[in-house]
């Protein structure tokens, strides 16, 4: 990638917290510009807790986090107007609210309507059974639909940064396939920078260009995609295969 050379998140020993728990220790590292980057991990490795607290949800007690060289905004609603975006796990859509409704939300920081409207076409492009659904209240939507519809809420404020967590959850495969699709396609259209926590890691993997592995809160292992998969520990103990056949993630 040309861009890669460019740093747009930048970790350094980071700490988080949960009461006296403590899920981050000492985490360091590196996104770059225009790339997808897989965090994969078993649960409780930290991974949710690291978006979390990359768009501003959760307070870190020590560390050093910058994004586009700058630290992070003090206030949670500067994020998105700073082009960070995280589609939370559990999709979380405003369910009494229609789809068009919805997306809307993710554009509250856009006063020109010309560019609202811009945003809503694109979006109903990438998801065409939005547009088809877009007066229909989120709650009655499937869960695919919901998937599609939080990305595109995320996708209004057109992030720099844009964060999926366990995207694949609950998901028919042939939608979790179609969903991975899309976010290639958002990243080779619009340059997207991406972070996606998914137990998925081989699909994870097979989009991203960089991967980390996370383990009890530490970065465990890290380097491009195609040398993780072909790594005979992570084959094993993520993947499913080797001799132990056992998949952790």
Request: hydrophobic letters at 40%.
């Amino acid at each position: 990638m040309e861009s890669k050379q460019t740093s747009m998140v930048k970790v350094e020993n980071l700490e988080v917290f949960y009461g006296g728990i403590q899920a981050i220790h000492g985490v360091s590292f590196e996104v770059f510009q225009g790339e997808i980057v897989a965090m994969i991990g078993a649960n409780g490795a930290g991974k949710s807790s690291l978006l979390k607290t990359l768009a501003g949800n959760k307070e870190y007690r020590s560390g050093v986090i910058s994004f586009m060289g700058k630290p992070l905004p003090t206030r949670t609603y500067q994020f998105i107007e700073q082009g960070i975006s995280l589609v939370p796990e559990g999709r979380k859509i405003f369910v009494n609210l229609s789809v068009k409704e919805n997306l809307m939300v993710g554009a509250y920081a856009v006063k020109n309507r010309s560019v609202i409207n811009e945003r809503l076409e694109e979006v109903f492009d990438l998801f065409p059974r939005l547009k088809e659904r877009e007066k229909q209240p989120g709650g009655t939507l499937s869960g695919g639909e919901q998937q599609m519809l939080a990305v595109g809420r995320a996708m209004m404020a057109q992030p720099k940064l844009l964060m999926l967590d366990e995207p694949s959850l609950g998901l028919a495969p042939i939608i979790i396939d179609e969903m991975f699709e899309k976010f290639k396609r958002i990243n080779e259209a619009h340059g997207t920078t991406m972070i996606i926590v998914e137990q998925n890691a081989q699909l994870a993997l097979e989009t991203a260009h960089r991967g980390y592995i996370m383990k009890t809160g530490k970065i465990q292992m890290e380097g491009p995609s195609q040398e993780l998969l072909n790594n005979p520990y992570i084959q094993e103990a993520y993947l499913g295969f080797g001799e132990g056949g056992s998949c952790d993630a």
